[in-house]
């Protein structure tokens, strides 16, 4: 067999399925993916051929083929395509069973839901293949993607922006600085969504309570300590007849560390651009700022900082499809196709992961031994 992704298909699939949540069969049935199928409705079979398109990067007419000659499944490329738009709410539970087992949790005494915003890059297949902007918003701690957007990078309408999202009344809704734009936030507001934006200062302006320009740098330089938390009442001035929107302004500043990297950064990116660097620039890298609606009442400005943090996670999951998954294009181009291709990248990354730590974890050769099992390639 060739180098590169067929060696996939060597792999030991018993040891594979061993890394699966213990109850991956069931959640199969549960989910309705097996529902239907007039042909091969085995969860293990069904599974297998997915992971060949997802994993190692199979068209749909290479998949079937290599299924074939492996008596995986009979298939047309067209009926693999149908296949994955229905394993969507399956990949989806298996992503979450996974992520569960990290115990991974949020801040204490939090909402029920928040909802992580943000957006990425991906192109069509092709050195001429046109990007794509992916809009994606990610519920914690259930870790479900609640909506999903494929929009064209250029063009107006289509840059990150809260625009971009429809919210309900109660969404705790967290967002990097790329979403700070005065007209949006007053929307999403609106709408009844509590918002946690990281600031942008040179794309918005900020108002004292009583209308005048906010003095945000004499008011950070108050904070001198590593860790020192503080926060203001600040207006956002909207177009139009509407009054200002009322939010608080919560900052933190930056080990000395961070201070220094950050600001290298900036350096760094005004000698490549060919831009002067202002001062304030320099000031404003020493502090993380954050534009919070959060009810005061529960939410501390050291409280709406560590909410904040859990905006990684989304971020996190781009990096999971990018660099271990190989999300290099997006080749679905409907709704529920591109959502069940990308929940099923996100698997291959998770599985990825658990592999490689059990790998330097558990034994020299990477895994336990499963009794009673032998060796069965997968495919």
């Not at 801040?107 to 794509?132: H, N, Y």
Request: proline share 7%; hydrophobic share 40%.
């Amino acid at each position: 067999m060739e180098n590169g992704p067929s060696n996939a298909l060597a792999e030991d699939w018993e040891l594979l399925m061993s890394f699966f949540p213990s109850d991956w069969k069931e959640q199969a049935e549960a989910s309705g993916a097996l529902r239907g199928l007039r042909q091969d409705k085995s969860a293990e079979s069904y599974l297998r051929v997915l992971l060949m398109h997802l994993g190692c990067g199979f068209s749909l007419r290479e998949t079937i083929v290599r299924a074939k000659q492996a008596q995986l499944a009979d298939l047309s490329d067209v009926a693999l395509l149908k296949r994955l738009r229905k394993s969507k709410p399956w990949l989806h539970q298996l992503c979450c069973s996974l992520f569960a087992e990290r115990a991974l949790s949020g801040p204490s005494c939090g909402p029920p839901s928040w909802r992580l915003i943000d957006a990425s890059l991906v192109s069509e297949p092709g050195k001429t293949g046109s990007q794509w902007r992916v809009h994606y918003s990610l519920r914690w701690p259930s870790l479900e993607c609640d909506y999903f957007k494929l929009t064209p990078v250029e063009g107006p309408g289509h840059g990150e922006s809260l625009y971009q999202f429809a919210f309900a009344p109660g969404d705790f809704v967290l967002a990097d600085r790329g979403y700070c734009h005065a007209q949006a936030l007053g929307q999403a507001t609106r709408q009844g969504a509590f918002l946690t934006v990281r600031l942008n200062p040179q794309g918005i302006r900020l108002q004292s309570p009583g209308g005048d320009p906010y003095p945000l740098v004499n008011q950070l330089q108050g904070l001198q300590g590593a860790g020192q938390t503080a926060e203001w009442e600040v207006r956002i001035p909207l177009p139009g007849m509407e009054p200002p929107l009322p939010v608080r302004l919560c900052a933190v500043r930056k080990s000395a560390a961070a201070i220094v990297l950050a600001q290298k950064k900036l350096w760094r990116k005004a000698r490549k651009e060919g831009w002067k660097l202002q001062p304030e620039s320099l000031i404003y890298a020493q502090y993380v700022m954050v534009l919070s609606t959060f009810p005061p009442a529960t939410y501390s400005a050291q409280r709406v900082l560590e909410a904040y943090r859990l905006r990684w996670q989304v971020e996190l999951v781009f990096k999971r499809l990018k660099q271990i998954a190989q999300l290099g294009h997006l080749p679905k181009h409907d709704k529920e196709s591109s959502q069940a291709w990308l929940y099923g990248k996100l698997l291959v990354a998770l599985l990825t992961e658990k592999v490689i730590q059990a790998a330097t974890t558990f034994s020299p050769w990477g895994y336990d031994f499963q009794e009673g099992k032998g060796a069965q390639s997968l495919a």
